[in-house]
């Protein structure tokens, strides 16, 4: 859709200018409280299946997928003390501002997901979802704000993001894009805002 498009690019430049000195602050934070880079990239699946990288504040440790699984549980380990807050705030998450102008990602849509999951996806899905570009945010990101913490309660977590958890996504993640309008997608916009506030 056109207007959504435009509507990407607007709000993304000029998200990118008025978040520009909070980006600062952050990256301040990040580097004087550990060691690596400022932004953490990772690849993930996008429109028509492609791969892309994605980016975000970092908020876990250098070369922490290969301390642990690709997914985050509860008080991981891994997680940097300035980490938490990031992931608490989903501060981390601004950076895809970049993403969204770049064309990868949109300001709303299903939320992108790592390979190694995607391939567990039935195809019917696979051809809806990924017809359109990934989001920052979506339903799913709203109604499972605290995926981290149901994680944690799990002897086998991956096991219960599999079975329990991504099949909701893919659900939230199919309504939306079968009924998907502009108007739907400023609702998301503002009760993500809302959701985030109340945290």
Not at 86 to 99: A, F, H, M, S, Y
Not at 119 to 137: A, H, W
Request: glycine letters at 6%; a positive charge.
């Amino acid at each position: 859709m056109l207007v959504k498009r435009l509507f990407d690019i607007i709000c993304s430049i000029f998200g990118l200018v008025i978040l520009l000195p909070f980006f600062c602050i952050i990256a301040i934070l990040i580097k004087s409280t550990s060691r690596g880079s400022v932004f953490f990239r990772q690849n993930r699946v996008g429109l028509y299946g492609k791969i892309f990288a994605i980016h975000k504040f970092r908020t876990m440790v250098t070369n922490a997928e290969t301390l642990g699984p690709k997914i985050t549980i509860g008080l991981d380990k891994r997680v940097t003390k300035i980490g938490y807050l990031l992931r608490k705030t989903k501060l981390d998450e601004l950076p895809q501002l970049i993403d969204v102008l770049y064309g990868t990602m949109s300001l709303v849509g299903p939320r992108p997901e790592v390979p190694e999951y995607v391939d567990l996806y039935p195809q019917e899905d696979k051809d809806i979802i990924f017809s359109v570009r990934p989001g920052i945010t979506d339903w799913a990101s709203i109604k499972m704000i605290d995926e981290n913490e149901i994680l944690a309660k799990s002897d086998n977590p991956r096991q219960i993001y599999i079975q329990e958890i991504m099949p909701q996504k893919i659900a939230f993640a199919v309504k939306y894009v079968k009924g998907r309008s502009f108007i739907e997608d400023i609702i998301i916009i503002f009760t993500t805002f809302i959701k985030i506030i109340r945290r």
